[in-house]
């Protein structure tokens, strides 16, 4: 197989080794939503923690939009939308001397864990949604394969851009990768946000 990557457009680049994709968005035009509107990243951004389920327990986090600010703001009606990152693979980010992942299995996904925790309120109700798998971009292939096994099986209604959301049943999407990809579950939310 072809080792490099193929340009789709000014942010989109495929891997020709293991079929990534990868989205280069500048994170300046993905503000949260306050007050029902999208609004600046305040400067500097929130700091704050978050309890995670095991095995992250109690991690420093930080404000960080990225593209989930979009499609949610899209497909739902929110009054507040705000998007937290871990403070240590930011840590590991910024530091030369953190060495790349490495394949630890013949597939090529990375030891690496991830957690996406999701709380959403409603007055005094809470519910939660969490994924989690191990080597968040080896999940990008396998997501992308079933939206379009989907859109192709019929799935989609008329042409243009969706949220994922938008166009699929999420439940069933999400299911649909687990458990070899990908982990969920739903609930009530026993997890906040610390001050």
């Not at 999420?170 to 649909?176: D, R, V």
Request: aromatic residues 6%; negative net charge; glycine residues 8%.
């Amino acid at each position: 197989m072809p080792n490099g990557t193929y340009s789709l457009s000014d942010i989109e680049n495929i891997s020709l080794q293991n079929g990534n994709v990868n989205l280069s968005i500048p994170l300046a035009s993905l503000p949260p939503i306050a007050g029902g509107q999208l609004s600046p990243l305040p400067h500097p951004p929130e700091q704050t923690s978050w309890a995670f389920a095991e095995p992250f327990g109690e991690q420093d986090v930080v404000e960080l939009p990225f593209s989930e600010v979009v499609l949610v703001e899209r497909h739902l009606r929110t009054t507040e939308l705000h998007t937290y990152l871990n403070l240590a693979p930011l840590r590991d980010l910024r530091d030369a001397s953190t060495p790349a992942p490495q394949p630890s299995d013949v597939s090529g996904r990375s030891a690496q864990r991830f957690l996406v925790h999701a709380t959403a309120r409603s007055g005094h109700q809470m519910r939660h949604a969490m994924a989690s798998g191990r080597d968040i971009y080896a999940v990008s292939a396998p997501l992308v394969c079933e939206a379009v096994q989907r859109i192709l099986d019929g799935a989609g209604g008329d042409a243009g851009a969706y949220a994922p959301g938008e166009m699929f049943e999420p439940a069933s999407f999400l299911e649909a990768l687990a458990p070899t990809h990908l982990n969920f579950e739903v609930g009530r939310s026993l997890h906040a946000l610390r001050a």
